[in-house]
C-alpha cells in the first residue's frame, strides 16, 4: 500500500513513478523513507525539554536527521536537474516541480523561491503523506 500511494505522489509530484528505472534505486529511496519515518517518530530531548537539546546528539537523533535530510536533499536534487535538462522532453502534462521552477524562474512573487525552497515544498508534501 506504502509503495502504490508513494507512485501516486511521485507521479504527481515529480512526473514519474518512484524510481522507474529500477528495482535497487527503488529500494534505496524505500530506506530513506523508512529512516524519515523511524526519526520523526523518534523521542525528541529538545522537543520537551529544550535546554536538553544536547542529549538528541548523544542519542545520535541529531546525526540521523542530518543524514536523512542530506540524503532527501540529493534525491531532489537529481530530480531538479532532471526537470531542467533541455532534453528532456515536454510532459503532456505539469507536474508540481514544472509550476515550481516556472514561479522560480518567473520571480513575479514578492518572496523569490530557491532551490532550497523547491526543495522543502517537495519534502513537505511527499513526507506528509508518510
Keep these: 500500500m506504502i509503495y502504490r500511494t508513494s507512485n501516486i505522489i ?10 522507474e528505472d529500477g528495482e535497487r534505486e527503488r529500494a534505496r529511496f524505500q530506506e530513506v523513507l523508512n529512516e524519515t519515518e523511524a526519526t ?6 529538545s522537543d520537551y525539554f529544550p535546554y536538553m537539546g544536547w542529549a538528541d546528539k548523544i542519542t545520535g537523533l541529531i546525526p540521523r536527521l542530518e ?6 536533499d540529493v534525491f531532489y536534487q537529481g530530480i531538479i536537474d532532471q526537470h531542467l535538462d533541455p532534453k528532456r522532453p ?3 502534462q505539469e507536474d508540481i516541480l514544472d509550476v515550481l521552477l516556472q514561479m522560480l524562474k518567473d520571480r513575479s512573487f514578492k518572496v523569490q523561491l530557491t532551490f ?3 526543495k522543502a515544498i517537495l519534502l513537505v508534501k511527499y513526507v506528509s503523506h508518510l
Excluded: Q
Excluded at 40 to 45: A, E, I, K, Q, V
Design 116 to 118: 532550497d525552497h523547491i
Design 10 to 19: 511521485c507521479k504527481i509530484a515529480f512526473g514519474k513513478k518512484l524510481y
Design 90 to 92: 515536454k510532459p503532456a
Design 67 to 72: 543524514k536523512n535530510f542530506e540524503e532527501f
Design 40 to 45: 520523526l517518530t523518534s523521542f525528541s530531548f
